[in-house]
Nanobody
Framework: VQLVESGGGLAQPGGSLRLSCAAS????????MSWYRQAPGKERELVAT????????NYADSVKDRFTISRDNAKNTVYLQMNDLKPEDTAVYYC?????????WGQGTQVTVSS
């Protein structure tokens, strides 16, 4: 099983980034996918979740109306479009695949929002 995140980097406040997470080694279309983040000195928090078919999504209040999670089951990839970035969005972002209590994790990608 492999989950490989990409697309992180440095963005200015108000800017945008698009994270990708490429999955392999399991039946991607059978798993819900989530993005989590962990800022220095803080606990990992759930950012967004998308159902296995892509029909349902949920967001943390802190990112609602700014972030959009999506997936392409043909490409085994999940995305996180992040708009109107704020300094408090600075964190390591992780993608996770989960089904029936089983979780697979990526290695994370750093997002830094600073002027």
């Amino acid at each position: 099983v492999q989950l490989v995140e990409s697309g992180g980097g440095l963005a200015q406040p108000g800017g945008s980034l698009r994270l990708s997470c490429a999955a392999s080694g399991f039946t991607f279309s059978s798993y819900a996918m989530s993005w989590y983040r962990q800022a220095p000195g803080k606990e990992r928090e759930l950012v967004a979740t998308i159902g296995s078919a892509g029909a349902s999504t949920n967001y943390a209040d802190s990112v609602k109306d700014r972030f959009t999670i999506s997936r392409d089951n043909a490409k085994n990839t999940v995305y996180l479009q992040m708009n109107d970035l704020k300094p408090e969005d600075t964190a390591v972002y992780y993608c996770a695949a989960h089904r029936l209590g089983r979780y697979y994790w990526g290695q994370g990608t750093q997002v830094t929002v600073s002027s």
